[in-house]
């Protein structure tokens, strides 16, 4: 039987996601979570896309376990060598290892070519879930950073606080 370590797999974001990303982005379970709280218009969703696949600063991988597209994990350019990350699961998904698994996945791709790259996310107070996956895939709180969003905490990946085991590029390259 195959693991959620194996099931998972990330893939770059292609035009093709324009509609399934619009639709994701306004469900009422990612508009809660989500840092403005509110649905987008369709052309507030093809300006922001459009900007992610002509500039490719933002690096954007559709999460997938097996071939049911289930999330999306984001790396946009923050400071030199540093990249803000955020992540979300479709709702039905969440629960269930799939985050801190994809997660790790696409800290691995972001870093197999340039290795001093570094991560920081900005997670809602109250998010205690998004909280835990960051954990687990070894970012810490940090308290001493300028500009972070009012009613947010910071987060910082330490390679050496991560406890969920590489993937071995024999057996995955995580794309998929």
Not at 105 to 133: H, P
Not at 143 to 164: C, D, S, T, W
Request: glycine share 8%; charged share 25%.
């Amino acid at each position: 039987m195959e693991t959620i370590a194996e099931a998972i797999a990330l893939r770059p974001v292609n035009l093709t996601d324009k509609e399934m990303l619009f639709e994701w982005r306004n469900t009422p379970f990612l508009i809660k979570l989500g840092s403005s709280g509110k649905a987008v218009t369709w052309k507030e969703h093809c300006r922001w896309f459009n900007n992610i696949l002509e500039k490719k600063s933002t690096i954007l991988f559709i999460i997938k376990m097996g071939a049911i597209p289930v999330g999306q994990v984001r790396f946009d350019p923050w400071a030199e060598c540093t990249y803000l990350v955020s992540i979300y699961l479709l709702e039905e998904y969440t629960g269930k290892g799939i985050g801190a698994v994809a997660l790790q996945k696409g800290i691995e791709l972001m870093t197999q070519e340039k290795t001093d790259r570094k991560f920081i996310a900005f997670i809602k107070m109250a998010n205690r879930a998004s909280q835990a996956v960051f954990s687990k895939t070894g970012f810490t709180g940090f308290k001493h950073l300028g500009n972070i969003p009012q009613g947010y905490i910071a987060m910082v990946y330490n390679r050496e606080e991560a406890f969920l085991p590489s993937i071995s590029k024999e057996k995955s390259n995580g794309i998929g």
